[in-house]
């Protein structure tokens, strides 16, 4: 994705050894784009994500791999390490971070919202089928932030069953900085109205696909949460902009919504 780190070098090297490996170059889009590139190109049948400052452990893919095809699922998860490139991050930071990217449930189930609400939407500490992302088209969208959960509920939302593994197997380690994404999203920027333009992309997905009657109550739950978290954490400057564009939702889907479920007002 147009990296200037010398990675295309690096993966030469194992292009070089392994006839498996496919290297495609791309100018810089950004992650979504990225993403969405690496799933066009992809050829077996199950996908995963590594973000570029980020590692798996070293027996993550052959883990994943095997739980995803001996519990006949359509998606695995497992728990996330943090690793904090700064020490500036309180106890209480460390704790919720711990929580949040930990397996609560075990085992298969039957993937329901109770479900969801339980996993973390984040697209890297999971396996996915490729089959189910081409035929129901998930794709992670372009151009905005917090794609993550734009694309697991999307992808869940197609999908019968899900497997967790144990709390205590790592799959994965988030390097956790200041200036990344999910820190600057508490720094008062303009990229905090993204949480909402999510939903609401949600909610289309919903519509066109005629799930969202059977999924009104987690869309009113995600609405309220991340418009709270646009309201907190948008600069003054970008408030109208935010209430401008939740009218004109609520204009064009407002009846329709309430239309399904009377507590969407």
Same mark, same amino acid.
């Given at each position: 994705?147009? *990296?200037?780190?010398? &990675?295309?070098?690096?993966?030469?090297?194992?292009? !070089? *050894?392994?006839?498996?490996?496919?290297?495609?170059?791309? $100018?810089?889009?950004?992650? &979504?784009?990225?993403?969405?590139?690496? +799933?066009?190109?992809?050829?077996?049948?199950?996908?995963?994500?590594?973000?570029?400052?980020?590692?798996?452990?070293?027996?993550?893919? !052959? +883990?994943?791999?095997?739980?995803?095809?001996?519990?006949?699922?359509?998606?695995?998860?497992?728990?996330?390490?943090?690793?904090?490139?700064?020490?500036?991050?309180?106890?209480?930071?460390? $704790?919720?971070?711990?929580?949040?990217?930990?397996?609560?449930?075990?085992?298969? $189930?039957?993937? =329901?919202? @109770?479900?969801?609400?339980?996993?973390?939407? =984040?697209? /890297?500490? !999971?396996?996915?089928?490729?089959?189910?992302?081409?035929?129901?088209?998930?794709?992670?969208?372009?151009?905005?932030?917090?794609?993550?959960?734009?694309?697991?509920?999307?992808?869940? /939302?197609?999908? &019968?069953?899900?497997?967790?593994?144990?709390?205590?197997?790592?799959?994965?380690?988030?390097?956790?900085?200041?200036?990344?994404?999910? =820190?600057?999203?508490?720094?008062?920027?303009?990229?905090?109205?993204? $949480?909402?333009?999510?939903?609401?992309?949600? %909610?289309?997905?919903?519509?066109?696909?005629?799930?969202?009657?059977?999924?009104?109550?987690?869309?009113?739950?995600?609405?309220?949460?991340?418009? @709270?978290?646009? +309201? !907190?954490?948008?600069?003054?400057?970008?408030?109208?902009?935010?209430?401008?564009?939740?009218?004109?939702?609520?204009?064009? %889907?407002?009846?329709?919504?309430?239309?399904?479920?009377?507590?969407?007002?």
């Amino acid at each position: 994705d147009g *990296s200037t780190d010398k &990675s295309s070098d690096i993966t030469e090297i194992y292009f !070089k *050894s392994d006839p498996r490996i496919r290297i495609v170059n791309q $100018h810089n889009q950004g992650l &979504s784009a990225a993403r969405n590139t690496g +799933i066009f190109a992809a050829h077996a049948d199950y996908v995963m994500f590594c973000d570029s400052d980020d590692y798996y452990e070293v027996d993550t893919v !052959k +883990i994943m791999l095997k739980a995803i095809i001996d519990n006949d699922v359509d998606i695995v998860s497992g728990s996330a390490r943090v690793v904090y490139e700064q020490n500036n991050f309180t106890a209480q930071q460390k $704790h919720e971070d711990n929580q949040y990217f930990s397996t609560k449930l075990r085992g298969v $189930h039957n993937i =329901s919202d @109770t479900v969801l609400r339980k996993t973390d939407v =984040s697209a /890297w500490d !999971k396996i996915y089928k490729r089959s189910i992302i081409d035929n129901s088209q998930i794709r992670f969208p372009a151009g905005i932030y917090y794609e993550d959960t734009y694309f697991f509920y999307t992808y869940a /939302w197609s999908s &019968s069953k899900i497997y967790f593994l144990p709390q205590d197997v790592i799959v994965y380690n988030y390097i956790r900085r200041d200036g990344s994404i999910m =820190s600057e999203t508490f720094n008062k920027t303009s990229r905090a109205y993204d $949480h909402t333009e999510i939903v609401i992309r949600l %909610f289309k997905f919903m519509k066109e696909r005629n799930i969202f009657q059977q999924h009104s109550k987690v869309f009113n739950d995600l609405f309220k949460e991340y418009f @709270t978290l646009s +309201i !907190k954490y948008l600069p003054d400057s970008s408030m109208g902009f935010l209430y401008d564009r939740v009218k004109e939702f609520d204009r064009d %889907f407002g009846e329709y919504m309430k239309s399904v479920d009377l507590e969407l007002r």
